[in-house]
Structure formats: C-alpha cells, structure tokens
C-alpha cells in the first residue's frame, strides 16, 4: 500500500475534496495526486489541472507519474445534467471511457462511484434490493447505469479492476454541494446556523436515502482496500446509510435550535426524487467485504451543526 500513486479526478467537488484528505492522510501527501478542470481555492503543490475529457493528458499523467490507482470522481450531477443534458452525457461517459482506457494501458485499479440516480419508477422503493430494474429517469441516472455495465465489461474483457459503490445522497460540511437532488440535505443545515428560514425544494414527505460523509469515504477506502475476490458485484454495490425525509431532518435540527424555520418550495427536482427508492438494501456490501454504517440522522445532524457553526464563527473573525 505505501507504494501507491493515486490519482483523484474531479478532486474540488463536494466529495472529492473529502477524500483527497482522507487517502493523503492514509498513503502521503506526495502520493496522491488531485486534479479538476478548476484549480482548488487553497494552494496544493500536489493538484494538476485536468479536463477528464483530455486522454492524452491523462495518460500522460499516468505514464510520468506511476499511477497505480485512480478514483474518478468527476461528472455532472443529477439537476445540473437535467439543464444540459448532452453535455451531462459527453462528459460523464466520455471522462469514464477515458479512465478506463487508461486503467486498461497501465494495469490501475480504478474507483468509478454510481449512484441511486440509476433506479426509477419501476424499481421497488423500499429495501431496493442489489439487482433490481434499473430505468433511471435523468441523463445522471442514464450515464451511470452505462458505466456500470462498461465498468463490468472492462473488467471481463480486459481484467481492469474497477470497484463502484451507489452513494446515495451525501451530507458533509466540508464543502458546499455541487447540483444533485439530494443537496437540501446539506443547505438545510447551513441555512440552521446562519438562523435563516430554508426554502426546501422538496415536499416534506419526500424519503430520500442518505449517508454521512465520514461514512462515504470510509466505505470508498473499505471497498479499494478490499482483496479482489470479496468483490463479487462488478457493475456497483448498493450502499446504504440511512433514510429520512425533509419533516424528519427539520424535526432533527428543531431538537438543537428550536426557532429553525422551513418553507417548501417544491421545483423539478420534485419529480426527480420521486423516481428514486426512499430505502437501499445493502446486504451485499455487508456480506462481501464488510461494510456497516456509523451515523444515523442525530448523530449526523449534531456533526454537521457543531461544524458548521465553527465554520461560520471563523468567517466572522477573518
């Protein structure tokens, strides 16, 4: 493990930022190499700039640097894809091809995430189970089912080991949310510190699937570190945390601040998280290579407030 060079794409978003630290803090900090299309806010001597849309550029960081895995986290999210969703399609499919290819040329192991985007309405919702129907209702949900199954046939066809988790929704205070469905999740707590009244696009009763970000990551690194042959799902794991709705997050946060207010709004993204399961079954990961969550939405909710209200405390003394 202390030999691998580790290359992150898309290394800026609310994700990537997360677990750039975190594989730094476990391989070193030269080892793991961070690119998006943007350069970060902070300086990093260890960020590239990189368009996951350039193989050459890829490859060549691939060659100079000794790549031995790459964790490809780059794409456009689920509302920000509805808005352009060609272009949503070319850069999630094609980035993918080329890390893929990339893998395929240089004998990397690859982390390529999917996500609940790939069920729709005629997945069962609740317990969804790990091989369920899969007629995803967005181009996001569309792109990642393909790359579920190129990711399957690459490493049938080639032997890349590429490994994929269904994050479902993500809520870390580490950085702000970058254009899905499930980011009220986030908002709605910073809108709690700051004692502002939420404008949720969601229903109150919409139940959405969500994971903490220490969870996400720590299942990211647990399903890498694995030994190749607990992976026995090769398109993506179904990945479970917990479940709740915009009633229940509110009621979570009234127990620490009472006054919090919320008014709904429900817009396009209504209609999107209808079409997603509101319960994951995750028995697969759990049995093959071990995979239980820590946080439930309490536990989440006193982290994300005690967090970000140090957070907002700094931006007042700046």
């Not at 690859?110 to 790939?118: D, H, N, Q, T, Y």
């Not at 369920?132 to 046939?153: C, D, F, M, N, R």
């Amino acid at each position: 493990m202390k030999n691998e060079t580790i290359l992150v794409t898309g290394a800026n978003g609310q994700i990537g930022t997360v677990l750039t630290q975190a594989l730094r803090e476990h391989y070193g900090e030269s080892r793991v190499i961070a690119t998006d299309i943007r350069a970060p806010q902070h300086d990093d001597p260890n960020f590239q700039t990189l368009d996951v849309l350039d193989q050459k550029a890829l490859m060549d960081i691939a060659k100079k640097r000794g790549l031995t895995q790459i964790y490809h986290l780059a794409a456009i999210l689920s509302a920000k894809g509805e808005q352009n969703p060609k272009w949503a399609w070319e850069v999630n499919m094609s980035g993918l091809f080329n890390v893929l290819e990339t893998a395929r040329e240089h004998k990397l192991r690859v982390f390529s995430p999917s996500s609940i985007a790939v069920y729709g309405g005629q997945t069962p919702k609740v317990n969804t189970p790990q091989h369920a129907v899969l007629q995803p209702e967005t181009v996001y949900g569309i792109s990642k089912v393909a790359g579920e199954h190129w990711s399957k046939y690459y490493f049938q066809k080639y032997g890349v080991d590429v490994r994929s988790v269904r994050y479902p929704g993500i809520v870390g205070y580490q950085s702000l949310p970058g254009g899905g469905t499930t980011d009220y999740a986030v908002d709605i707590y910073h809108y709690a510190v700051k004692e502002e009244a939420y404008p949720c696009f969601l229903a109150p009763d919409t139940r959405l699937p969500m994971m903490y970000m220490d969870d996400a990551i720590r299942a990211t690194l647990e399903i890498m570190q694995a030994p190749a042959e607990q992976i026995k799902v090769r398109t993506s794991y179904n990945l479970a945390g917990m479940s709740f709705t915009p009633a229940e997050i509110t009621a979570a946060i009234r127990k620490q601040r009472p006054g919090f207010d919320i008014d709904y709004e429900p817009d396009f993204r209504q209609q999107i998280a209808e079409s997603w399961p509101e319960s994951i079954d995750d028995s697969a990961a759990r049995t093959d290579w071990g995979w239980k969550p820590a946080f439930d939405l309490d536990a989440m909710t006193e982290q994300m407030l005690s967090h970000l209200e140090t957070y907002y405390q700094e931006q007042v003394n700046v």
